[in-house]
């Protein structure tokens, strides 16, 4: 199995700081069709999980510009430019490559 | 707009089984593999099952092998997960979610499992 590994696990940031959270895989998440499926999600207190970033740094739509998604093979990072307060939650990176599919453990991003 | 409604959780004793259901909408549901996602109490989250577009073939974490059962009704845009001989650690609440290559881009609001006696 393609194990993720998140790191910190638990962030505390000040308002209008940056924040950053790296993933990384034990096996390469270059899929066949040559893309590279890692996906980070963000989940609210009390709400279902969120897609913000795929194939690495591919932003959804309607998320803000201060969340960028960088990285290649199996080491990648999710950057929030500056924290605001709903940003408070839960970020998993998620391996889309392998069966079975595998996220992170998640990191809990918090205001100081 | 796509919409996914889960429904069929509740409080079961251990060993007891429960079959969840996911009502799709807003989609061509027939055109896209599916699968659930668990989170339960105080961790984070864990891929269970999913399950490819025509039904064909479908993927099962390590733990869940043998005792869940995805499978989908295209005629009824539903998906189904039935749980078997279930346990304390299944409890969660459980996600359905749309596919796309690679990842999953609309997940439903969640249901509850809770196994207890």
């Known amino acids: 199995d393609a194990v993720m590994t998140q790191s910190p696990l638990s962030l505390p940031v000040t308002l209008g700081q940056p924040a950053s959270i790296s993933c990384r895989s034990s096996?390469?998440?270059?899929?066949?069709?040559?893309?590279?499926?890692l996906t980070w999600f963000q989940q609210r207190p009390g709400q279902s999980p969120r897609r913000l970033i795929y194939q690495v740094s591919t932003r959804d739509s309607g998320v803000p510009e201060r969340f960028s998604g960088s990285g290649s093979g199996t080491d990648f990072t999710l950057k929030i430019s500056r924290v605001e307060a709903e940003d408070v939650g839960v970020y998993y990176c998620m391996q889309g490559a392998h069966w079975p599919l595998t996220f992170g453990q998640g990191t809990k991003v918090e205001i100081k | 707009e796509v919409q996914l409604v889960e429904s069929g959780g509740g409080l079961v004793q251990p060993g007891g089984c429960l079959r969840l259901s996911c009502a799709a909408s807003g989609f061509t549901f027939s055109s896209y593999a599916m699968t659930w996602v668990r989170r339960a109490p105080g961790k984070g989250l864990e891929w269970v099952s999913a399950i490819l577009a025509n039904g064909a073939n479908s993927y099962y974490g390590d733990s869940m092998q043998g005792r869940f059962i995805i499978s989908r009704d295209n005629s009824k845009n539903t998906l189904y997960l039935q749980m078997n001989n279930l346990r304390a650690e299944d409890t969660a609440i459980y996600y359905c979610a749309r596919i796309v290559p690679g990842s999953f881009d609309y997940w439903g609001q969640g249901i509850l499992v809770t196994v207890s006696s």
């Open positions: 096996q390469s998440l270059v899929y066949s069709d040559g893309n590279t499926y």
